[in-house]
């Protein structure tokens, strides 16, 4: 297993666009996270799904933004009609049942233009 | 919430010398207190843990303390290197409860060769 693959690694958008990215996490990981990180801050929490149950949401998410996880593997994020505002860093992080560290991908790092 | 703050926000150091990070955490209920090093267009990497039922944890050069009392963690990097320079962040989460984790804005290390 080669960690969290995340989907792509850059996207530049037009505002207005929908975009959709990916998170493939570690096989054996049943929780699956997504994280926004804003330049100079600390990753923030969107929602996180336990298998292909979407557990939490955090009120970042607002209604223009949708994760799906499938059968419990990997995860989908789509962003409709972009805002400036979206830009940001895309984290997607794996564990197993929250113990221990979260292993975060590399990320998808957004810009809306 | 729970709600994480760290200090300081840039810290340079000579090769060789150590480099200290403090953070306070908000909720009594956290129990587990990770902290990540972030490297440019990197996504964050674990590299140390402490859980709240211990007092200080060690890994090479790398060290954390907790404070249960006074709601706060440390990060003690000792014998630094150029390649230890990125950004740190630590975390805060109540394991048994909504699992997701509460960052810090981070600290950027700069190690001076």
């Known amino acids: 297993d080669t960690g969290v693959s995340q989907d792509p690694r850059h996207k530049i958008t037009k505002r207005g666009q929908n975009v959709t990215f990916r998170c493939d996490p570690i096989?054996?990981?049943?929780?699956l996270y997504w994280y926004r990180q804003t330049l100079g801050q600390g990753p923030e929490f969107l929602t996180y799904f336990q298998n292909e149950a979407q557990l939490e949401k955090s009120r970042l998410l607002s209604d223009r933004f949708s994760a799906e996880r499938p059968k419990g593997s990997f995860s989908t994020l789509e962003i409709q009609r972009t805002e400036q505002g979206d830009s940001a860093m895309y984290l997607c992080?794996?564990?197993?049942?929250?113990?221990?560290?979260?292993?975060f991908g590399s990320g998808t790092r957004l810009t809306v233009v | 919430g729970e709600n994480v703050e760290q200090h300081p926000s840039t810290l340079s150091v000579q090769e060789g010398d150590s480099a200290v990070i403090k953070c306070t955490y908000s909720?009594?209920?956290?129990?587990?207190f990770p902290w990540y090093k972030q490297e440019l267009g990197k996504g964050p990497q674990l590299i140390i843990d402490?859980?709240?039922?211990?007092g200080e944890k060690k890994d090479q050069r790398i060290a954390v303390t907790l404070n249960k009392t006074a709601k706060h963690f440390s990060l003690h990097i000792t014998e630094t290197q150029p390649e230890d320079s990125a950004v740190y962040f630590c975390a805060a989460i109540d394991q048994t409860g909504a699992n997701n984790l509460f960052f810090g804005t981070g600290t950027r290390l700069t190690v001076i060769p």
């Open positions: 096989s054996e990981h049943n929780r």
């Open positions: 402490i859980r709240s039922n211990v």
């Open positions: 992080a794996s564990s197993f049942y929250g113990t221990d560290g979260y292993t």
């Open positions: 909720d009594s209920a956290s129990n587990y």
